[in-house]
């Protein structure tokens, strides 16, 4: 499986943009990355996922390096409630599609 | 439309005691998960379901069964409960085997193991 390194912790100053990096070297061609978010002890929330080409939803951009062996979370407009621990997944095959979570980023907006 | 609901929210049981957690979803998805959560950890995959009438081993499977009688239903059962599996346990459903296609997580069990 591809793994993928996150930084442990971050911080955001509210309404400024927050940039979330992950490094996946090892992902393979037909390997999707997803990004979930976990408010506090909820479940986990999907928020985008890509395969190679940039991606943009309602919430958020996903930057993908050309090489496709890291990539960038982009909260433009971060708000107090965005403060979350934010996990970058590689998606693969095994395990029907299961989503293999590390420790993830937490992610501090502050005032 | 609930999407991923979990019974029940909470539960704290002696060592040895059984349960049943449930999970249910309404939107007629295939694929369904069990993982649990420890403190300061990401979710770990207990066991999975593609279908219903099929079950299998995640990467912790050890001291939980699991049952899919009815598509919208993904139960994980605990024989004999042991402290360590205090944790928060979230079920997850999705449409299929496209692997682009997102999880949808429940609230959450937390379970205590005294």
């Known amino acids: 499986d591809a793994k993928t390194t996150q930084p442990t912790s971050m911080d955001c100053a509210e309404g400024r943009a927050a940039n979330l990096p992950c490094n996946h070297s090892?992902?393979?061609?037909?390997?999707?990355v997803y990004w979930y978010r976990q408010i506090h002890s909820q479940g986990p929330q999907y928020i985008i996922h890509?395969?190679?080409n940039n991606e943009t939803n309602e919430m958020a951009s996903l930057i993908i390096t050309e090489d496709r062996k890291s990539s960038t979370l982009i909260l433009p407009h971060a708000t107090l409630r965005d403060t979350a621990v934010y996990y970058c997944i590689v998606r693969v095959k095994d395990s029907g599609y299961a989503l293999n979570f590390g420790k993830g980023t937490s992610l501090l907006v502050t005032p | 439309n609930a999407g991923v609901t979990q019974t029940p929210k909470f539960r704290v049981l002696k060592t040895g005691q059984s349960m049943t957690l449930l999970c249910a979803q309404d939107m007629n998805h295939e694929y369904m998960y069990w993982y649990r959560q420890d403190p300061g950890m990401g979710l770990r995959l207990i066991h999975y379901?593609?279908?219903?009438?099929?079950?299998a081993k995640g990467e912790v499977p050890d001291g939980y069964n699991v049952s899919r009688l009815k598509k919208q239903n993904f139960l994980l059962g605990l024989e004999s409960a042991a402290p360590s599996q205090t944790s928060v346990y979230f079920c997850?459903?999705?449409?299929?085997?496209?692997?682009?296609?997102?999880?949808?997580f429940g609230p959450g069990t937390r379970l205590t193991v005294l």
């Open positions: 997850a459903s999705s449409r299929g085997r496209r692997e682009e296609n997102e999880q949808f």
């Open positions: 379901s593609v279908g219903e009438g099929t079950t």
């Open positions: 890509g395969l190679k």
């Open positions: 090892t992902i393979s061609g037909n390997e999707y």
